[in-house]
């Protein structure tokens, strides 16, 4: 016979495998989408992800690249991160050094944006939940074209603007 406890802890382990299994049959963290659907390497616990989550996870990369303990990452560090980690496996070293010097702090690296947050954390609380992402992800109407020009009214950005085109590889 069970004890309370045992049954308790079975209950509870069903219902986390279901609740756990809806979320990675997400639609939205498992499209073609590189920074929802690589999401869930680095958060998600409890159905929501922060900025804990994210630079707990950075942090990690940041000591993979740095395996001199150096207390930088070079070209051939941020390799060493791309084979470990499905998130930057196709990003671009040159995204993070932006002043050119072959090299990035671990504190740089640990405090760059997330385009993740960027992108889905509208209300800078440091706290997504699926529900933002769906919010987020949804397609979006556009604009009423100007009758005089015949483009988009109010498009002055011309589809290009920082940290939100997608992963860390190319700046647009």
């Known amino acids: ?11 509870l382990s069903c219902c986390w495998s ?6 990675s049959s997400d639609p939205v963290l498992n499209s073609h989408d590189a920074v929802a659907a690589t999401a869930r390497e680095w958060g998600g616990q409890g159905g929501y992800f922060t900025c804990d989550q994210w630079r707990a996870y950075v942090t ?10 150096k207390g930088y990452i070079d070209a ?15 990003a671009s070293f040159d995204y993070f050094d932006m002043q050119g010097k072959g090299r990035i702090s671990q504190k740089e690296f640990v405090e760059f944006e997330s ?28 604009p009423p074209l100007d009758r005089n020009s015949g483009q988009n009214a109010g ?6 603007g920082p940290g939100l085109g997608g992963n860390f590889g190319g700046r647009q």
Do not use: W, Y
């Open 60 to 69: 990690r990369m940041a000591r993979i690249g740095d395996p001199r303990h």
């Open 115 to 142: 385009p993740f947050f960027a992108r889905f954390d509208k209300n800078h609380t440091c706290h997504v939940t699926l529900e933002d992402i769906r919010a987020a992800s949804k397609p979006q109407e556009a």
């Open 1 to 11: 016979m069970l004890r309370p406890t045992s049954a308790f802890l079975i209950a």
């Open 18 to 23: 279901s609740a756990t299994l809806a979320e």
């Open 155 to 160: 498009n002055s950005m011309n589809g290009s």
């Open 76 to 90: 051939a560090g941020f390799e060493l991160i791309k084979k470990a980690s499905p998130v930057f496996e196709n």
